[in-house]
């Protein structure tokens, strides 16, 4: 594992994925510079087979937003989006505890991983603030 830098800048904006609008297509996966995105699975479950979403590890997200649309040219008046199942959110960094506490997916999931996700949310928040 990589030897984890501190942060230089707390982000205005971090991506947050909705996870009862993910269907882990991986296409945000696919275009992250920063490898902040990962797949969750669950076996099983409440229901048959496999559940999958993707999530954004919000302690390595720098709010570049590649994952919620491609930049074009500013002369360019169409957007091309990245995830066809508009799952994914830039909400201000402010928010991103509150906004996490709602993202969806098997609530025994967000219990068990409470703290990674609101916690760290909080965190951040609190360092956005201070700057």
């Given amino acids: 594992m990589a030897k984890k830098a501190p942060r230089k800048k707390v982000p205005k904006e971090l991506a947050i994925i909705n996870a009862d609008n993910c269907t882990g297509c991986e296409s945000c996966l696919e275009v992250c510079p920063v490898d902040?995105?990962?797949?969750?699975?669950?076996?099983?479950g409440v229901l048959k087979g496999t559940q999958q979403w993707c999530e954004i590890d919000i302690e390595r997200c720098v709010g570049c937003e590649v994952c919620v649309?491609?930049?074009?040219?500013?002369?360019?008046?169409?957007?091309?989006?990245?995830?066809?199942?508009?799952?994914?959110?830039?909400?201000?960094?402010?928010?991103?505890?509150?906004?996490?506490?709602?993202?969806?997916?098997?609530?025994?999931?967000?219990?068990?991983?409470?703290?990674?996700?609101?916690?760290?949310?909080?965190?951040?928040?609190?360092?956005?603030?201070?700057t």
């Fill in 69 to 130: 649309h491609i930049p074009g040219k500013k002369s360019n008046p169409y957007e091309l989006l990245v995830c066809p199942w508009d799952a994914i959110e830039m909400v201000p960094t402010e928010l991103a505890a509150q906004t996490m506490a709602q993202v969806g997916g098997p609530p025994e999931y967000i219990a068990a991983n409470w703290d990674r996700l609101v916690s760290t949310a909080q965190n951040l928040a609190e360092l956005r603030a201070a």
């Fill in 36 to 44: 902040c995105i990962f797949m969750n699975k669950i076996e099983g």
